[in-house]
């Protein structure tokens, strides 16, 4: 009586979406969010507070009006990459001041990368299927607003110069402050 076998499993060479690791150059979507809605919007807050004050003839207005337009597109870039696709091209119409488009441009931004699956962007495609990976232009929309972000600082530099020092307060803490009388 003869037992029958059956046949080996046969390895296939395809990689399925699933069983793919996730992709270690590019940060997770939290940290992506944490970035964009705490140290950023924190940012983007310190330089336009001292555009408010700019009077319109300021030989600076035309550089800063600028750099504010390249800052809004790249945030409205990153926006448009989060949504992959799947429709809705934003709450309302964008003001057009552009100090007012900036914090317009951020909350898109902000909104629709909280909606991002975490998930779905962190994992690599499979070769087989020739796409890229969403997670990749999403990373280097961000990276462009923080590009963005830090030629706007060398302008406003110009016209606050205490703006380094509100920068960077969070950095420093002092954890028992200096006494006040002489040390001698």
């Given amino acids: 009586m003869s037992v029958i076998e059956a046949p080996p499993e046969k390895k296939t060479l395809l990689e399925s979406w699933a069983t793919n690791e996730r992709m270690r150059h590019v940060p997770p979507v939290a940290w992506l969010v944490q970035k964009l809605d705490g140290d950023l919007r924190r940012r983007i807050g310190l330089l336009l507070a001292p555009l408010s004050s700019l009077p319109p003839d300021d030989p600076h207005r035309p550089a800063v009006d600028a750099a504010l337009r390249v800052l809004s597109r790249a945030l409205e870039r990153t926006a448009e990459v989060a949504r992959q696709g799947r429709g809705g091209g ?64 060398t302008l406003v530099r110009d016209l606050d110069p205490r703006l380094d020092e509100r920068l960077y307060e969070p950095l420093v803490t002092l954890q028992q402050p200096f006494d006040a009388r002489p040390m001698a």
Wanted: aromatic share 6%; glycine share 8%.
């Fill in 90 to 153: 934003g709450n309302g119409h964008a003001p057009q001041d552009p100090a007012s488009r900036v914090q317009w441009a951020l909350e898109q931004a902000v909104a629709t990368l909280r909606s991002v699956d975490g998930e779905l962007v962190g994992r690599r495609y499979p070769v087989q299927t020739f796409e890229r990976s969403k997670a990749e232009p999403l990373y280097g929309a961000l990276l462009t607003v923080i590009v963005s972000l830090d030629r706007l600082t």
